[in-house]
Every structure is written in C-alpha cells, then in structure tokens.
C-alpha cells in the first residue's frame, strides 16, 4: 500500500466580521518516498533567495515578483498535489468563528481521503500548529460529523501530528501555497492571478474537474465571490 506525507497550513484569520474575508486551508499531498527529493527542492528555493536552509521560508517575507513567481515555478515542477479550501468568511451564518477550523477542515479530510483511496494509499496528516489547535478535538469533531456532512474514511488515515512550520519544510511549501492563493483573492488582479496558474496544474482533479476538488469555495450554498469567479475565469483561459 502507497503511503503519501500531506502537509497542512492556512490562510487568512476565520474570526467572522472581525477577520480576513477569506480563511484558506490548503494541503500538499506528496508521496512519502519522494519526499525528501522536494524537500531538497524548498533548500534550493531558500539557496536562490538567499536564505539559509535552517530559516523559515514564508510567503509575506518574500519580496518582488520575480521571486515568488521562482517559488510557483518550483511548485509547478514538483510531484504533487495540492488541495485548497475557500472559506468565505462574510456568507458563514450559523457557525462561530472558534468552530471554523474544525468544521471546514472536514471538507479537506474529505478530498485527501479520496485522493488517497484512488491510489490505494494511506495518509500520514502534518498540520501546521496554531493558538487554538487541538489534534484531539480536530479528530472528535471529524469523527462525530463523519455520518452526517462529510465522507471521510478514518482507516485511510494512518494519524495526525501538529507541527511548528519551522520544522517541516513541506509545511513551508504549503504555507506559499495557501498565502499566494489568499493574495490572489485579495488583490483580485492579473499580477496575483499569476501565481495560481503555476499551481492550477497541481490541483486534485477528479474527471477533469478541479472545481470542487483541488480548488473548493465554501459555503456550497452561495453564490462565489465575484473574486473568486474572476480568478477561475482567469484559470479557465490557461490551455
């Protein structure tokens, strides 16, 4: 049986009116044997950026485009796969902002178990670690909502460890993912735009699709966001 590393990290603050608009959870999912290899690639990113390979490497520290755009094309010629969740904040009515993690982290324990199902695998989870972060209450919760709003098969999950960023360079990497990905909703222009389509590539798909898969905007009952229309209409045009 496969076994594949999947390394989560967020974007965005979840606390409803009083946070970002947008709250992203995004997971790279890398196949354990081949995990070393990119993470050589992150020392390489930091090499070219002038960094040593026993600092952080962060999104929001990395300045100019040419830059960034060299970490998207890093990620683009990676094997992997990537799963991103957008939460708009501003439609979610009926839950608290302290129960946003959990509960919209169930749609992304939902996709990895799918993935990792269709390749006969098992999932070693890495989180990143955050203030109100609890392992014990993240499985409780999507355990108990298991039967009811999401599929999640807990045999394809083999365990869930949290993690400093510092101390996983794959944690890094997904932290440029789901930071460039909010900087596009953000900003809502070509130029941010452009980091996605490096990494449209990578997106779970299913049946051609990504829509829903690699790239998901939550809660399913609105209408997306005018950004987030307008950055899938931009993808949509990449061949």
Same mark, same amino acid.
């Given at each position: 049986m496969r076994e594949f590393?999947? #390394?989560?990290? +967020?974007?965005?603050? +979840?606390?409803?009116?009083?946070?970002?608009?947008?709250?992203?959870l995004t997971a790279i999912i890398v196949e354990k044997e081949k995990d070393l290899s990119i993470s050589k690639m992150v020392d390489k990113i930091k090499g070219n950026? !002038?960094?040593?390979?026993?600092?952080?490497?962060?999104?929001?520290k990395v300045k100019g485009f040419p830059n960034k755009k060299m970490i998207m094309e890093h990620i683009s010629n990676s094997d992997l796969i990537i799963i991103n969740i957008v939460i708009d904040t501003t439609e979610i009515k009926f839950i608290h902002s302290n129960n946003i993690?959990?509960? $919209?982290?169930?749609?992304?324990? !939902?996709?990895?178990?799918?993935? @990792?199902?269709?390749?006969?695998?098992?999932?070693?989870?890495?989180?990143?670690s955050r203030g109100n972060l609890r392992k014990e209450e993240l499985i409780n919760f999507l355990n108990d909502k298991n039967n009811k709003k999401f599929k999640i098969d807990s045999s394809k999950i083999s365990g869930i460890k949290i993690y400093p960023n510092s101390k996983k360079k794959l944690l890094q990497l997904?932290?440029?993912?789901?930071?460039?990905?909010?900087q596009a909703l953000k900003y809502?222009?070509?130029?941010? $735009?452009? #980091?996605?389509?490096?990494?449209?590539?990578?997106? #779970?798909?299913?049946?051609?699709?990504?829509?829903? #898969?690699?790239?998901?905007? @939550?809660?399913?009952?609105q209408q997306p966001s005018k950004e987030f229309q307008e950055l899938v209409i931009y993808l949509e045009k990449i061949v």
């Open positions: 590393n999947i #390394y989560i990290d +967020e974007s965005g603050d +979840e606390g409803i009116n009083r946070g970002s608009k947008y709250f992203i950026l !002038e960094l040593d390979i026993k600092n952080q490497l962060h999104w929001n993690y959990n509960y $919209f982290s169930g749609y992304l324990f !939902e996709r990895i178990c799918w993935y @990792v199902s269709s390749k006969n695998g098992m999932a070693n989870i890495n989180i990143s997904a932290d440029c993912c789901c930071s460039s990905l909010g809502n222009d070509k130029i941010h $735009f452009q #980091y996605i389509k490096y990494l449209k590539p990578k997106f #779970y798909t299913h049946k051609s699709k990504y829509i829903g #898969y690699g790239l998901k905007y @939550v809660p399913s009952t």
